[in-house]
Structures are given as structure tokens and as C-alpha cells.
């Protein structure tokens, strides 16, 4: 079992698509977990707000994050699915 | 007549040919004096491929406090072996804005002390070992980091190369001046006391004047005084004139520098020159501190070399104690006495040339000086918009803002546009142009890349304000309720673009505050789907003309160009280039994923 393990680890190791991969996925669900604490927040100030004008706003602000979580958990999905290549970014 | 000064190099190599023909051991000297100079370059290229993230990161972490700022200077110097790069970096970093003045007067003291090592450095080690024997494998190792592909053993290539060209400079230089011993004796034409005091530390300042690096002066003294050719008195006031002559380059140097530069430059004339002067006034308590330290140290009585090496560092020393504590003062002083001489024209502020030495002091170059020529934007656009900067800042609801305006405020916006934004813009794409030419890790092209498109991005912003400014003007104020709401609206929409721009500013520079810009997309998207419809209905109600709906459509288009622009400038320039950038990048909405928001709402 022992030396299972160790072979896995190597070839975890040396597989350096698949780090990559698991360390975009770890930086997007970083976001995703600060984007769900956004959309908390907007709720809370939702239920307070009275004034139409911002409430107007702050259902729009919602709808970006909603959207904005939801291409996140797909972009996951599509890693783990390994259908997309990793970007490197710009 | 050809100018005096054409004639310099002409003359200048004519008199060495003539002491080459004549002396075998003048052109052992030269050769060496060469040699070392040329070593000292080949280091100088060896630690620029070093240079970037590591010391950005490092001189933002050491600079905050003087004395950070200090012992940066010291040990940098120490290990590169050379104040003239330590002084290109801080200078580069300088411009840029990555350091404050103050840190950088701190790094030049600090620098001025590290520089010492190298007299230590050959004394202790240089003179006493065959040199040239470390020298040949240094050479060969140089020579095979240079043949690699990859650019840190390049650069380490270089550095080898430097030190064993260093090390064969001195190497010739001391054989040079043993062999002119035999058949010359220069220590007969010593100067003793004050006169040659003054006498030889103007000898060391125009040394250094010419061969541009106090180093090439201290070796060439200490190898003379190894020899016997010049006294320990005269190589004394020697080691002085080099620490001045240093920063005569420095001055020359700052000509075309910008204002920081120019500052940094004083600093450091004023700094070696009191320090000289000091050393000069206190020479005989000097050179008795001097002997004392020498016996608690264990350095012989007859070897001169180290007790120059001592000097040297205690009177940089002494300096150093002496100017520290007026450093903030120095740093008043600088700001009022060296000025930005105004121009007609909006100048750049951190584009300077030795930015470009330093791929990651280019990088924030550019960067601070698109985001002031997004200031600049910013001022035009309010303005165009009749309202106050500081109003669009503040918390003030904009609406009201925009509701009570009585005034549209006049804007010449082709004027601004040639003083404030063109020359600025100009500049900028120069600016990149020189640094792309330059060997660039791919990090830095991609960023510069994306600065020209944010610079672009402003440019484009400001020609959006200039077409909707000439409507703004007719319309703006109109008697028609209808219109007047209407260029309300348009006008309440860019200003809030710009506050949110804004309000990211001051934010963290992370993921969700860039994605925060998706907000400000989708609200341009629903005013200009909200506007068309508006004004069918108010065509269908003859409460507007055609005339009045077309103008109003084309500046709808206007303010969502603005808009647009504005926005792919912030999303490069106000959110560091970081993985979370790339993340936030990966989840902004697009045109598609804004569509179907849109689509969604209406369901």
C-alpha cells in the first residue's frame, strides 16, 4: 500500500497537467467563496432597502454575481471534465 | 572651428598611442585600468538579469524605513560591486515611483558605504594572492554561463566574466606600476600637507571624472601605493577626490533625468561633497583614528593599503552619521528648491529613460503614467459633463448633482485634448516602443501590451466626451423637459461610470473587485437598451423631434463608448497583474453572458 501511495504521489507529481489544473481549480473556488459572501451581503442589504432606485441597483448587482458564480462552476466542471485546456491568462 | 569638445577623443587617444609607443609599462597600466573597467561592465550586465520582481520585491520590503533604506544600499553595493548600477536601479525605481525620495537618499548613503568593501576587498585579498590565477578559470566558467540559452546563467556568465576581467585588471595594474617603479619613482613628486591634499584629491576627482567609476580610481590608487609610486598621505586625498568625482557622472547623468532624478542627483552631490569637505577639514584626527583602529584590528603599521581601506570606510562612515539624521530636511529641501519647470504641454512624470533599465521599473512606469493620463481624462470628462471632480469623488448622490446644474461649463475640448491627453498618449507608446526593444521576460511584454491598449482605451474615451460635449452644450439645458432628462440621464450614467472607477480605486486590488466592473457593463447595456425605447416613446408622443431622437441616439452611443473604454482601461490598469486578474478575467461577463442576464431579468 505503502509503495502505492508513493507511486501515485510521483506520478501526481510528475503529471504537471493535472497540478495545474487542480491549482486553477483551487484559485476559481477562492473567488467563487468571496463572490457567495458578496451575494450574502446583497441579499441582507436588499431585505433593508426601501428607496426603489436602489433596490433597482442592488437587484442588478445580484443578478451580475449570480451570473458570475454560475460561469465559475461551470468553468470548474469543464476542468475537471478535462474538455477546456488550462489559460494562462491575458 | 571644430568644437573644443570634438576634439576631446581625438586628443585623448592621440596621448595614449604616444605613452603606449614610449612606455611598456604605461600601456601594462592602461591596459589594466581597461581590463578593470571592462570587468566592472560585464558585472554590471550580470546582475540586470537578476534585476525585476526579485528586487521589486525586495526594495518595496526594505525601503519603507531609512534604515532599511540604508543597509539596501550597503549590501547591494557590496555584493554587485559597483555604486554606479545600485544608483541606475534606485533612480529607475525612483521614476518609476516604486520609492520615495527619501528612501532613495538612503539607499545612495548606504551605496557610498558598501563601496568601501571593494578597497578591503583588494587590499586584503587583491594584492597579497596571485590574482590572475583566480582569474583564468572565473574566465572560463564566464565564458560557458554566456553560451547558455537560459537567461539567469547568462547572467551569471557575465558575472564570472566580470570578476575575472576585474581580477585581471588588477592583476596588470599592479605588475604595471612595479615595473614603471623600477625605472620611474612617482613618489618623488609628492606633494605633502594641505597642498597636496588639495592637489591629489583633484587628481582623484578628474580620475574618476574620466574613467566614470571611483572602483577603477581606488584600485588604480591602491595598486600605485602597493608599488611605492605615491604616498600614503597623497593616496589618502586620492580616496577623497574619487568620493567626489563619483558624482560629477551622477550630475551629468541627471541632465535628461526627470525631476526625481534631478533630486536623487543633488542628494548625492551634496552628500559626497560634504563628506569630502568634512574629510578634508578633519584629516589629521582621521588619519589618527585611523592608526588606533588599526592596532585593535591587527593591521600592520607599514600596511598602508589596509589602512586605506580603513580611511575610506570611516570617512564614508562619519558621513553617513553625519547626514542621517537631516535626511527628511534634505528631502524638503530637494522638493523646493529643484522644481518641475512647467510646460505648455502636460509632460510625463514617470517616463524616464533609466526606468527602462529595469523591465518591472518600466512596467510601473508605464502603468502610473497611463493612470495620469487617466486623471487627465478624468478631469475632461467631468468637466465636459458639467460637474466638479470632486463631486463625482465624494458621496454626493449624483443625481442631484446632475438635476441642479444651471451652468454648462465651457470646455475647449481640442485644446485640452492636444495639451493634456495627445503629448501624454504620445509618450506613452514611444515609451513602450523602447522598452518592447528591449530583451523583456514575457510577463513584462504581455503588460506593457495591455498598457497600450488601456492607453488607447483613454484616448478613445476622450473622443467619445468631445462628440458628446458639442450636443451637451446645445441640449443640455434645453427648455424641453424631456430633453433636458434625457441628457440628464446620459450625463448621470458616464458620471456614474466614472465614480464606480472610482470607488474601485479604492478597493483592494482583487478578483471581486474587478469583477465589480461586470456591474457597470450591464448597466450601460440596460441605459442603452432603456434609451431606445424612451425615445420611440417620446417620438410616438411628439414630445421630441426625429432631429432631437437622432442626436440623442448618437450620444447615447457616445456614452457607451465611453463607458466601454473606460472600463477595459480600469480592468488593466487599476487591477494588478496577479493569478486572481486571470481568474477574474476567466468569470467577467462577456457579451453573451450580459445577454442573457438581460434576457433573464425580462422573464
Not at chain 1, 497540478?19 to 436588499?46: D, G
Not at chain 1, 445580484?62 to 471534465?81: C, P, S, T, W
Not at chain 2, 536601479?89 to 515611483?97: N, R, V
Not at chain 2, 427648455?479 to 434625457?486: D, G, K, L, M, T
Amino acid at each position: 500500500m505503502k509503495t502505492r501511495k508513493l507511486l501515485e504521489r510521483l506520478a501526481d507529481f510528475l503529471d504537471a497537467d493535472k497540478a495545474a489544473q487542480q491549482a486553477e481549480i483551487k484559485s476559481i473556488r477562492k473567488v467563487l467563496k468571496k463572490l457567495k459572501e458578496k451575494e450574502r451581503n446583497l441579499r441582507e442589504k436588499l431585505n433593508e432597502e426601501t428607496d426603489p432606485d436602489q433596490l433597482g441597483a442592488i437587484a442588478a448587482k445580484l443578478d451580475v454575481v449570480h451570473a458570475q458564480r454560475r460561469k465559475g462552476l461551470e468553468r470548474v466542471r469543464a476542468i475537471r471534465k478535462g474538455a477546456e485546456p488550462i489559460r494562462d491568462g491575458d | 572651428m571644430p568644437k573644443p569638445s570634438r576634439l576631446l577623443l581625438p586628443a585623448a587617444l592621440i596621448l595614449l598611442a604616444y605613452g603606449f609607443w614610449n612606455s611598456a609599462e604605461f600601456t601594462r597600466i592602461a591596459a589594466g585600468i581597461a581590463v578593470f573597467l571592462f570587468g566592472m561592465m560585464a558585472l554590471e550586465e550580470g546582475f540586470k538579469a537578476f534585476t525585476g520582481g526579485t528586487l521589486e520585491s525586495l526594495l518595496r520590503a526594505t525601503t519603507d524605513r531609512l534604515w532599511k533604506s540604508i543597509g539596501f544600499g550597503i549590501v547591494t553595493t557590496t555584493l554587485m560591486q559597483s555604486s554606479s548600477l545600485v544608483s541606475l536601479i534606485t533612480i529607475s525605481f525612483l521614476s518609476a515611483g516604486m520609492i520615495g525620495l527619501g528612501a532613495g537618499i538612503g539607499i545612495i548613503i548606504g551605496s557610498n558605504l558598501g563601496t568601501t568593501s571593494g578597497a578591503w576587498l583588494i587590499a586584503g585579498l587583491g594584492l597579497k594572492v596571485d590574482i590572475s590565477a583566480y582569474a583564468m578559470p572565473l574566465l572560463v566558467f564566464g565564458v560557458i554561463g554566456l553560451l547558455q540559452q537560459s537567461k539567469p546563467l547568462k547572467g551569471a556568465g557575465y558575472g564570472l566574466i566580470g570578476l575575472g576581467f576585474l581580477f585581471l585588471g588588477i592583476h596588470y595594474m599592479k605588475e604595471g606600476f612595479e615595473a614603471f617603479g623600477s625605472s620611474f619613482d612617482l613618489s618623488a613628486y609628492a606633494v605633502p600637507g594641505y597642498p597636496g591634499l588639495f592637489l591629489f584629491a583633484l587628481i582623484g576627482l578628474i580620475v574618476t571624472v574620466i574613467m566614470q567609476s571611483s572602483h577603477a580610481t581606488l584600485v588604480l590608487t591602491i595598486t600605485a601605493l602597493a608599488a611605492g609610486q605615491i604616498t600614503y598621505e597623497n593616496a589618502l586625498a586620492l580616496a577623497i577626490g574619487a568620493n567626489m568625482g563619483t558624482t560629477i557622472t551622477a550630475l551629468i547623468g541627471a541632465v535628461s533625468a526627470n525631476v526625481e532624478g534631478r533630486r536623487l542627483a543633488a542628494a548625492h552631490f551634496i552628500f559626497n561633497v560634504t563628506t569630502g569637505v568634512v574629510a578634508i577639514a578633519l584629516i589629521h584626527p582621521l588619519r589618527w583614528v585611523v592608526d588606533e583602529l588599526a592596532i585593535l584590528l591587527g593591521i600592520a603599521a607599514q600596511d598602508y593599503m589596509l589602512k586605506l581601506a580603513l580611511f575610506h570606510t570611516l570617512f564614508n562612515l562619519l558621513g553617513l552619521l553625519l547626514i542621517t539624521p537631516f535626511v527628511d530636511r534634505l528631502v524638503g529641501f530637494l522638493e523646493r528648491v529643484v522644481q518641475v519647470v512647467p510646460a505648455a504641454a502636460e509632460q510625463p512624470r514617470y517616463l524616464n529613460p533609466s526606468a527602462l533599465e529595469v523591465p518591472a521599473a518600466a512596467v510601473e512606469a508605464v502603468r502610473r503614467e497611463v493612470e495620469h493620463l487617466y486623471e487627465n481624462a478624468f478631469g475632461l470628462i467631468a468637466h465636459g459633463l458639467s460637474l466638479r471632480r470632486h463631486v463625482i469623488r465624494s458621496e454626493q448622490p449624483l443625481a442631484s448633482a446632475v438635476e441642479t446644474t444651471r451652468r454648462i461649463m465651457p470646455l475647449d475640448v481640442d485644446d485640452i485634448y492636444e495639451d493634456k491627453i495627445k503629448g501624454l498618449h504620445s509618450a506613452i507608446i514611444e515609451f513602450i516602443s523602447q522598452a518592447q526593444s528591449r530583451e523583456l521576460p514575457a510577463a513584462a511584454a504581455d503588460e506593457l501590451y495591455a498598457l497600450r491598449r488601456a492607453s488607447r482605451a483613454i484616448v478613445e474615451a476622450v473622443k467619445g466626451m468631445k462628440h458628446l460635449h458639442k450636443n451637451l452644450s446645445r441640449y443640455g439645458l434645453s427648455a424641453n423637459p424631456a430633453i433636458r432628462r434625457q441628457y440628464d440621464d446620459l450625463r448621470l450614467r458616464t458620471a456614474g461610470v466614472l465614480r464606480e472607477i472610482e470607488t474601485l480605486r479604492a478597493q483592494p486590488p482583487d478578483a471581486v473587485t474587478m469583477l465589480s466592473l461586470d456591474d457597470v457593463k450591464l448597466g450601460l447595456e440596460k441605459f442603452d437598451r432603456h434609451l431606445n425605447a424612451t425615445l420611440d416613446e417620446l417620438i410616438r408622443q411628439r414630445r421630441i423631434t426625429a432631429k432631437v431622437a437622432t442626436s440623442l441616439m448618437n450620444d447615447g452611443g457616445y456614452v457607451h463608448e465611453i463607458g466601454r473604454n473606460l472600463i477595459d482601461m480600469a480592468q488593466i490598469v487599476f487591477v494588478p497583474r496577479t493569478p486572481d486578474r486571470q481568474i477574474a478575467q476567466q468569470l467577467a461577463l462577456d457579451e453573451k453572458d450580459i445577454e442573457r442576464v438581460l434576457g433573464d431579468e425580462h422573464r
